[in-house]
């Protein structure tokens, strides 16, 4: 009786056991299917946010350069010309002795008639000497506009805009300069405008947009303000 409980026994055991690693074997599966999922969720995630980059990473670097393109220094440099020379004087051609030629006399037989020479009356002269002034004559002032030489002190900037970098311009990295020939009046203040060197890519409305709200110390000749011609030079750099 005693052996038969024994045998008993044991194979519940036995049963316990083999439900126990079937229990196992099954959670085991299980988990090598969740770790299958997880892999591939993980590839799919990496996949999209590789995708995203690539859309997104243009936008995020256009809007830097714009950030950092509004950050321009702008720096207004002046062009000289050398002024004209003088002009030359013209040789005049020398003089030509002009020879007397004697007429014939058309009545050889006929006395020549005579001349009588009539003595001028002479001139009285005071013992003082006799000067006559010659008024100076008043300094001549331009009419219009001049070119800046060395008698004429050059206008200054007082105040006024900096151009803008198109967007076209910028997606495009252009740089460079825009030259204008502008007039500044009495005032200071720029009355017309002429492109000399052009940049393209809208650059060179900015430049003319800006530089006409620009406002300026006048010119000088002999301490009083003139209007001149001069010339600008408009810098565009990407920083």
Known sequence: MVEKDKNSVSDEEREDLDYTLVEFST???????????????????????????????????????????????????????????PPQKKKKPPLVKKKKIPLPDPTPDEPEPIRIEEEEPEIEIPEEDVVFDVPEAPPSEPTGPIN??????????????????????????????VILRVIINKQGTVESVKLLKKLGFGLDEEAVRAV????????????KPVAVYYNLTVHFRLQ
Not at 68 to 80: E, G, L, M, N, S
Not at 212 to 223: D, E, I, R, Y
């Open 212 to 223: 006409k709200q620009w406002k300026f110390k006048p010119a000088l000749l002999n301490g």
């Open 148 to 177: 800046v030489t060395a008698e004429v002190t050059p206008p200054e900037k007082i105040s006024g805009p900096d151009p803008r970098y198109t967007e076209i311009a910028r997606k495009a990295g252009v740089e460079g300069v």
């Open 27 to 85: 959670l085991a599966l299980e988990y090598e299917e969740d770790r299958k999922i997880m892999k591939i969720a993980l590839l799919v995630a990496l996949v999209f946010h590789a995708i995203l980059f690539v859309i997104k990473f243009p936008e995020f670097r256009a809007k830097v350069g714009a950030k950092k393109a509004d950050k321009k220094v702008f720096v207004v440099q002046q062009v000289r010309f050398k002024p004209p020379p």
